[in-house]
Structure formats: structure tokens, C-alpha cells
């Protein structure tokens, strides 16, 4: 499978900062997403980071709030804007390569804001 | 709305145990089933599902699902401590504007002591 790097593994922020993380894979990937894990919670989908396009978001996150970037097919940034400490989660983007594959995680960037 | 329960939420076992963690499920067009394992940040990708009554296994680990329940079942066999761990169970929609989306269960939380 896809050797998937995300970083940074972890950070402490101020509130009202913005920090942009990177997922980085070792190969062309059909898709991207970008998920969120709050404290003791199950994964939830903020969005799906599309090649060349503006990202899909998923009910409750916007794109002022979570900007995302794809800027070709083994890269995506996902920015978390104006920090909260409600924003303090881990942070996961998944790749695949097509629908009868499954989707692997990048590492994980664990995100606490004072 | 997809939906995704796995039961128990949380378990402890002691090693050589053998346990059975559960999955039930609501899609609007199911696609496909996955298990994953999560120790720290990253899910590690387990088994995929996708067809009723068929077996997987990988070492001490198998997986089973019924389409027309609506549910899948992991096995662990002789436990170990290295085991712990939340186990996650996510559904894959087919096609559409869901496409590639996971939505997972609130996880189990595994603890296997010594």
C-alpha cells in the first residue's frame, strides 16, 4: 500500500491561530480525505480534497473554517483556521485508489489548543 | 443517513482470551465493510468485507460478514497484550456523490491485560 506521511505528528496552538497540515503520499492516489477525531469520539469526514478542484465538504465544516488544497495527486494540505479549544483533535487524511481498495491512514497530527 | 454500531464499546479480556467484537449497519447502498485497528493516531486497515459468508483471516484475527443481517462480526483468538487497542469498523457506500466516503462505528476499545 501507499507510504502516506502526514505532519506535523503533533502541536500546541494558541487560540485564534491557524495551522495547516500536510499529507504527503509515496505515489498517485485517486482520492483524498480528511477527517477529524475529537477526544474519545469515532472518525468523522470533513472532506473530500479533489485534484485541481474545491474540496467537498461534509455537513457541519466549511471551507473558511478547514480551507483544504490539492494541488495535484499526492499532495493536500488541510488548514484549521481561527483555533478554538473545540478544535483540539486528532486530524487524519485517508487515501484510496478506487473503490474496491481499501483506504489507508497517513500517521495522524494530534492538535491541542490552548 | 448511514449509520454504523459496533458493540461492546469496550472490553477486557486476559491474554489467551478469545473474543468477538461486533458491527451492525444502515447504508443506502453498500459497497463494502472494513476493520481497522488503532493503537496511537494512525488506523491500520484490518480486512475488507465485502461479500456474505466469506471468511477472512490473518493469523489470529478473522472477520465475517452477513449482507442480510446487516452485520459483521472480528474475531480475536488467544489474545495477547498487543491487541489493545480500538477496533474500528467503517462502511463504503457505492458510487454516486458518496463515493469513497467511510462511516465509521464509535469504535471498541480493547484492553487485553497479562
Known amino acids: 500500500s501507499a507510504v502516506i506521511s502526514q505532519k506535523p505528528s503533533r502541536d500546541i496552538c494558541q487560540r485564534g491561530t491557524s495551522l495547516t497540515i500536510q499529507c504527503q503520499v509515496d505515489s498517485q492516489v485517486t482520492m483524498m480525505f480528511w477527517y477529524r477525531q475529537q477526544p474519545g469520539q469515532s472518525l468523522t469526514l470533513i472532506a473530500t480534497a479533489n485534484q485541481g478542484s474545491e474540496a467537498t465538504y461534509e455537513s457541519g465544516f466549511v471551507i473558511d473554517k478547514f480551507p483544504i488544497s490539492r494541488p495535484n495527486l499526492t499532495f493536500s494540505t488541510l488548514t484549521v483556521s481561527n483555533m478554538s479549544p473545540e478544535d483540539s483533535s486528532i486530524y487524519l487524511c485517508?487515501?484510496?485508489?478506487?473503490?474496491?481498495?481499501?483506504?489507508?491512514f497517513g500517521d495522524g497530527t494530534r492538535l491541542s489548543i490552548l | 443517513e448511514d449509520k454504523v454500531v459496533q458493540s461492546p464499546l469496550s472490553l477486557v479480556v486476559h491474554e489467551g482470551d478469545t473474543v468477538t467484537l461486533n458491527c451492525s449497519y444502515e447504508?443506502?447502498?453498500?459497497?463494502?465493510l472494513l476493520w481497522y485497528k488503532q493503537e496511537k493516531k494512525a488506523p491500520t486497515f484490518l480486512f475488507m468485507l465485502t461479500s456474505s459468508g466469506i471468511e477472512k483471516k490473518s493469523g489470529r484475527l478473522s472477520s465475517i460478514l452477513d449482507k442480510k443481517e446487516l452485520f459483521s462480526i472480528l474475531n480475536i483468538t488467544a489474545t495477547q497484550t498487543g491487541d489493545s487497542a480500538v477496533y474500528l469498523c467503517?462502511?463504503?457506500?457505492?458510487?454516486?456523490?458518496?463515493?469513497?466516503?467511510?462511516?465509521f462505528g464509535q469504535g471498541t476499545i480493547l484492553t487485553v491485560h497479562p
Open positions: 467503517a462502511v463504503v457506500p457505492s458510487g454516486g456523490t458518496s463515493y469513497g466516503k467511510l462511516t
Open positions: 447504508v443506502t447502498n453498500f459497497r463494502s
Open positions: 485517508s487515501v484510496g485508489t478506487g473503490s474496491n481498495q481499501p483506504q489507508h
